[in-house]
């Protein structure tokens, strides 16, 4: 007897249910991997995501074979470099997609606006838009810096936990790039909490003498994002930063729409539209 169209029709509904969730579960894994500092044992997979090992060895093996995973001698894994294509192609468009806020900040502050990620345990800029003024902050798109002497940085860092933050300083160390730059774990955690209370991060002198920067966390980015200006210390004062806070966090709402509707059906082109 032939089988019904019924029958026929569950077996690939099926095999679509199991397709998405292996790939849910290999992005995860992914996440994983890299809030691990890019290399993790099997073990430490099936503790951290709950998941059997015969599932995870079945996930990465695949992972492995397309290169976005390699397996090191020791037997470890580490996230592979056909990762590094996609990200610097997602931090681009990011940044296209940032660029018309960062240009209402400059517009209304009249300062260097800016753009940063999270990546590992380093902050990289993603995009900027320049101030008008002859004397004016300038941060190349793509430099890499380490989190505890940026106001982006401090941004980045005050939702995730006080474990996490203390074991990010611990593998970079706290190299003074200034003599007001924070050099201790306890006083970087102290300055977490402010940013906390307050809603805003300050880079007062910490990165480079005559520059103070303020930033706020983009709420609800599908990655850790900061928004920042920067300029002379003489410009961005305390009665300066009154006014350029809220902007800031307005500026950073708008941002999270955008976005969101990126990731939505049709939503590039308004994104983009700004």
Known sequence: MPPSSDSTSATPKS??????????????????????????????????SGLPLPTIHRLMRTLV?????????????ALGPRLIRLG??????????ARPHLARLVEETGETANMALLDGDEVVYVAQVPSRH????????????????????????????????????ARTGMPAATDKTITTPDGFVAALHSVRETGYAVDDNEQEIGVRCLAVPVPDSPTAAAISISGP?????????????PLLREVAAELSLTLASTGQPGGGRDGNGG
């Open 88 to 97: 610097e192609s997602s931090a681009r468009l990011l940044g296209t997609w």
């Open 15 to 48: 095999a679509a249910t199991g397709g998405v969730q292996s790939l849910e579960r290999a992005f995860d894994l992914l996440e994983r991997m890299a809030d691990a500092g890019g290399e993790v044992g099997l073990s430490e997979l099936s503790t951290s």
């Open 65 to 77: 074979a397309c290169g976005y995973v390699r397996q090191q001698p020791n037997r470890r894994y």
């Open 134 to 169: 002859s004397m004016r902050m300038f941060t190349e798109v793509g430099r890499r810096v380490l989190p505890h002497s940026t106001g982006v940085g401090k941004a980045l860092l005050s939702t995730a936990p006080e474990d996490e933050v203390r074991a990010l300083l």
């Open 233 to 245: 210390a003489g410009r961005v004062t305390d009665a300066a930063t009154e006014k350029i806070v």
